[in-house]
């Protein structure tokens, strides 16, 4: 099983008798499943099971899902809507004394927007409209399912992306590994040097030497912090190979290695563990941006 993405698009078109919609359903990245459903006015009824839809095939992410309906002919209605009316007419009329402009004509007005409304559900029986409820919801579970295999296809691209910086970061943390362990013979000639400068020759006891060693050595020891990051790596992996649902967790994680990360910089004393340490936190930022898209 692979991840999913949060990110997708699908529509699915239906008809019942001589009524037609279509359903349009897109989604984004979200900390939870936020869904916000628009549908025309006498289908609110749709707003619960569709979200009953929707909780049983995603977990996150922001969605909008819109109907779009073109009403049956044999079944419109009409109807004047007396508050939209009022407004308009009165509107009229102040422009009209404002601009001295011919006052609106009774069809001009009828013409705008909500003052003539149409009423699909007037003739409707519950059976009928339960009927057609029933269609439409169905052919929003289609669109809904034609989502989840967009966001597994977007998903799948993901996995890809995801496995590869898992490696580098694997790889990476192996070079790590390597450059600490000669930490310790560093830190000794380093030692030996600066203190044959200060002391103009003189010579060093073997044994304050080898004190010194150790404690720059204690203070330098990452082997915790790559343990760690070997422990994440196999995580990480599982978590990718678990697929369903794994996007928080890989985020935390995500958090895990960058911390990790910060400590190995903030504890080498070479150079190029440093650059070892800062390029495997560049590799982790790109990894955990890419977490914050998965489901």
Not at 114 to 119: A, E, N, R, S, T
Not at 185 to 197: I, V
Request: proline share 3%.
């Amino acid at each position: 099983m692979t991840v999913a993405s949060m990110t997708g698009f699908a529509q699915s078109a239906g008809s019942h008798g001589s009524l037609r919609w279509r359903w349009e359903a897109k989604s984004v990245n979200g900390r939870s499943l936020d869904l916000r459903l628009r549908t025309p006015p006498g289908y609110d009824g749709l707003e619960p099971p569709a979200r009953l839809l929707a909780g049983e095939r995603f977990q996150r992410g922001a969605f909008q899902i819109s109907l779009t309906v073109e009403p049956d002919a044999n079944m419109r209605g009409l109807s004047i809507d007396a508050a939209a009316l009022a407004s308009a007419v009165r509107i009229a009329r102040e422009v009209a004394a404002e601009t001295g402009l011919a006052p609106a004509r009774v069809d001009g007005i009828l013409a705008l927007k909500g003052v003539i409304v149409q009423d699909e559900t007037a003739v409707l029986d519950d059976r009928a409209r339960g009927l057609r409820d029933a269609a439409i919801l169905e052919s929003l579970a289609t669109a809904l399912d034609m989502l989840v295999k967009a966001r597994g296809n977007e998903g799948a691209k993901l996995a890809v992306l995801m496995n590869g910086q898992i490696d580098e970061i694997e790889r990476l943390t192996r070079e790590a590994a390597s450059l600490a362990a000669a930490q310790p013979e560093a830190l000794k000639a380093r030692l030996s040097a600066q203190l044959a400068e200060l002391l103009a020759g003189a010579p060093v006891a073997p044994e304050r030497l080898a004190q010194e060693v150790v404690l720059l050595a204690t203070r330098a020891d990452v082997r915790e912090e790559l343990d760690r990051l070997t422990a994440h790596v196999q995580d990480a992996r599982a978590l990718m190979a678990q697929g369903k649902g794994v996007g928080r967790k890989l985020d935390f994680l995500a958090q895990e290695f960058n911390r990790e990360a910060n400590t190995l910089c903030s504890k080498s004393s070479d150079i190029a563990l440093t650059r070892t340490g800062l390029a495997l936190k560049a590799v982790i930022d790109q990894f955990r941006e890419q977490s914050q898209n998965v489901e």
